[in-house]
Every structure is written in C-alpha cells, then in structure tokens.
T-cell receptor, first 118, second 111 residues
C-alpha cells in the first residue's frame, strides 16, 4: 500500500463544466475525509465518511458538490456547474477508527487534486 | 474570529537555529492537537500528535500544549534546510472526526 492516492493530480476546466475526482484511501482505513485548501490557507473540512456512510457535510459543500464512497472503499467528489471560486486544492485523507466515537489520531493525506476553473 | 489562529509568516532562520511555531485557539472543546508539515504541491504530513496539555518530544521536534491559555507550540531544534515547508497546527474534540486547521506558517531555513 503506497498511501492515499488521488486522481487526477491537476484538472483545468471551463466554468460551468462538471468535474469528478477520485480518492483511494489506505486499504485498512475505514474513515475518509475531503478537505479543500486555497492558497495561503489551511485545509477546510468538506465531508467525512465512516465506511460507506457519509456522516457529516460542511456548509461549504453546496448543492453543486456531491461525494460518494460506495462499498466503503474509494471515494469520488463531484462538482457540478463549476465556478471560478471552486479553484482550489482538493485533499483526501483517511484514518482508522474502529468505533464511531473513537477519536481521530491524525490523518494520512493524499497529494491532492489541484482544480483550476477558467 | 477563526477557531484557530496561526501567524502565516514567512519565518526565515539560519540553519541550526531553534524554531518556535505557535497557534492559539478559541474552542475549549479541543482535546487533540496536531502539527502537520506541508511541502509545496504536496498534501500535509502528520508530524506530532498530543492529547490535552503537556509536552511531547520526537527527535528534533517538541510539541507543547497549554490548554489554560489555549496556546500550542512546536519547537524545531537544529533546524535544517530540509525543514523548509509550511507548518499547520490542527485540533479536534473528543470523539471528533473533523479536524480544524490553522492557516499555516511558512518556514525558510537558510543554509
């Protein structure tokens, strides 16, 4: 296992187009997170999965954003009708938590997908 | 006001210097405190993890948490040019799966 893998690394799209990103977490990790990071800022939480269940979504995740994690393995993040304000680095992370209430002991992040909307 | 405040820097030091990086926070529910290192065009990498107040040391790195002051620090001893990166503080509450990050401090270590 080589860690958290994200695809593509870079995506340039025209405003109004739909884009989809993929994340493959560390295989034994049951928790998966999506964060967004803009230049000069720290990562901002978007959403979280415990296995296949999406347990929390940030208010940052507008109706144009949707995330899935079928079968609790890889995850996809789709942005519909992209806007220039969506340009950012989209980071996926995973961690291991055996119980729902077990505390997070830190994430393993992927290298991110850099989205540019022109 | 942001939940986590971190001076963005940049901070420039000579090789061998002791570096001090700091964050303040406002949410007293935070119990778990982390430091991540992020190189350009890469995802953050977990460096240190601390629960509640106290100190934790790992090689050249020492993390300190003062919950009474809502203040956390990361010290880097004998800094190296390879330590040049952005350092992000991060924290979460008990049972919390959502981690809140600071904006990051850019550090440059000059050879």
């Amino acid at each position: 296992d080589t860690g958290v893998s994200q695809d593509p690394r870079h995506k340039i799209t025209k405003r109004g187009q739909n884009v989809t990103f993929r994340c493959d977490p560390i295989s034994e990790h049951n928790r998966l997170y999506w964060y967004r990071q803009t230049l000069g800022q720290g990562p901002e939480f978007l959403t979280y999965f415990q296995n296949e269940a999406q347990l929390e979504k940030s208010r940052l995740l507008s109706d144009r954003f949707s995330a899935e994690r079928p079968k609790g393995s890889f995850s996809t993040l789709e942005i519909q009708r992209t806007e220039q304000g969506d340009s950012a680095m989209y980071l996926c992370a995973s961690s291991l938590g055996r119980k729902l209430t077990e505390t997070n002991y830190g994430y393993t992040f992927g290298s991110g997908t850099r989205l540019t909307v022109v | 006001q942001k939940e986590v405040e971190q001076d963005p820097g940049p901070l420039s030091v000579p090789e061998g210097a002791i570096v001090s990086l700091n964050c303040t926070y406002s949410n007293s529910a935070f119990q778990y405190f982390m430091w991540y290192r992020q190189y350009s065009r890469k995802g953050p990498e977990l460096l240190m993890y601390t629960y509640s107040s106290g100190n934790k040391e790992d090689g050249r790195f020492t993390a300190q948490v003062d919950k009474s002051s809502k203040y956390i620090s990361l010290f880097i001893r004998d800094s190296q040019p390879s330590d040049s990166a952005t350092y992000l503080c991060a924290m979460s509450g008990t049972g919390g799966f959502k981690t809140i990050f600071g904006a990051g401090t850019r550090l440059f270590v000059k050879a």
